[in-house]
């Protein structure tokens, strides 16, 4: 069996706050088999100033180079011109006025889908030619109308585009993916159907029953997985699943530094204190101060595994986790920067935890206390307080803008 490629866009994760929920959006791909580069592209823009979030998936025909070439310019088209608030029939016309057209089939040479999210209202969708997508409200699909618009123009004239609109409500998903989902086990013991749309559903509803809380990532890394399973391992198109998820927000909280005013480390531990999603703590002496306040032990993580480079891990019950300042951050900041598309083993060590919890939260909160550390100050300059700031809006700008996360950094 020839080597099989996959393409997590972990990234793509877009927390983005909607009336009292937030928006998980991921990809998750495989290539052709033996193919390097994928036929299919996944795009998604956050636009902050309109509280928007535009999505595409496009599937270039065919597979390799070639494909993701026609996959990448539909994409663009679709994602600028409906950052423009153009017409939806506007925005395919010019798509497929501009690609090339297979001579022999007259079919255009990529197919799209764009999601169009409004947090202050709606959220339209518009299908070309991809599968149909999914729009789920609790266990069942939402009964939703969908109206087909006919293209009148010279060259795409009988073409098809179907869209919808629809208010959202906390624990809706959308669902929906390129051709090689709903034709995957085409052929197979007599199989002349493939995975249809109906049967994708029954498989998400089936993972829904089992985990109603069922990430975004997990979800469309399922479908991706059975389609591949369909395909008897052997993908026979490129394949991508976008699985999208509105839902209550995941908080995490790291804490770094004791503050500058002593009198304020009651104020700042009470903060971590009374914080609800998941706490981390960065530094020594920052832990030594939350423990003394709480009265609480930090225990060595015996279960945790080591980094050579960093301090063992360590825990406070009813807080979290433990680790050193400076370097465990440093190490964050470069774990990210050099695997920002797939998450590190939730083992790897205190950085590599740190990274995971990160991943799984939409809102990252950042105590830095601005005491300076004799241990680390240079005489002349505060250089560990230099450090510790420049590091933690390393990091947040690097969640913001690559990861999109929503980043808050409080100084004490």
């Known amino acids: 069996m020839e080597s099989q490629t996959i393409n997590t866009i972990g990234r793509k994760s877009v927390p983005v706050k909607s009336r009292d929920f937030f928006v998980e959006v991921f ?5 052709y088999n033996g193919e390097h580069i994928c036929g299919d592209v996944f795009r998604v823009k956050r636009i902050k100033t309109e509280n928007r979030m535009i999505i595409v998936l496009s599937d270039g025909m065919g597979h390799g180079v070639k494909a993701n070439v026609m996959a990448t310019l539909t994409s663009s088209f679709a994602l600028n011109f409906t950052e423009e608030h153009k017409d939806f029939e506007r925005i395919a016309d010019i798509i497929m006025n501009t690609l090339p057209v297979n001579a022999e089939t ?18 339209k969708v518009m299908e070309y030619d991809n599968p149909h997508a999914l729009i789920l409200r609790g266990f069942e699909e939402l009964d939703i109308p969908w109206s087909k618009l006919v293209m009148d123009t010279e060259r795409n004239k009988g073409k098809v585009l179907k869209m919808t609109t629809f208010i959202p409500r906390n624990g809706d ?7 090689g989902i709903v034709q995957s086990g085409l052929g197979i013991l007599n199989n002349n159907v493939g995975w249809p749309v ?27 997985n059975q389609a591949h399973r369909n395909d008897g391992y052997v993908s026979k198109d490129d394949m991508s699943c ?18 500058y005013d002593k009198s304020r480390d009651v104020e700042y531990v009470q903060t971590l204190k009374n914080f609800k999603g998941k706490k981390i703590i960065c530094g020594g002496t920052t832990a030594k101060i939350i423990a003394k306040y709480l009265n609480l032990n930090v225990e060595t993580d015996r279960n945790a595994v080591v980094d050579p480079d960093l301090p063992p891990l360590h825990i406070m019950p009813g807080i979290g986790i433990v680790t050193e300042g400076i370097l465990t951050l440093t190490k964050v900041y470069n774990l990210l920067e050099q695997d920002s598309s797939n998450s590190p083993d939730a083992d790897a060590g205190p950085a590599g935890r740190i990274v995971s919890i990160i991943h799984e939260s939409d809102m990252v909160h950042f105590l830095v206390g601005t005491s300076l550390n004799s241990a680390h100050q240079d005489p002349e300059l505060p250089v560990e307080l230099e450090i510790r700031r420049t590091i933690v809006k390393r990091i947040a700008k690097l969640l913001d803008e690559v990861f999109m996360k929503d980043v808050k950094i409080t100084y004490y």
């Open 198 to 224: 109906e049967k994708v559903k029954e498989y998400v509803l089936q993972l829904m029953m089992n985990n109603p809380y069922i990430s975004a990532s997990e979800l469309a890394q399922k479908v991706v």
């Open 27 to 31: 990809c998750k791909q495989r290539n």
């Open 242 to 259: 976008v699985s999208i998820y509105f839902r209550n927000p995941r908080e995490c909280m790291i804490c770094t530094g004791p503050p």
């Open 106 to 123: 007259s079919t255009s040479y990529s197919t799209f889908t764009i999601v169009d999210i409004d947090f202050a209202g709606s959220v």
């Open 173 to 179: 998903r959308i669902i929906f993916g390129s051709d």
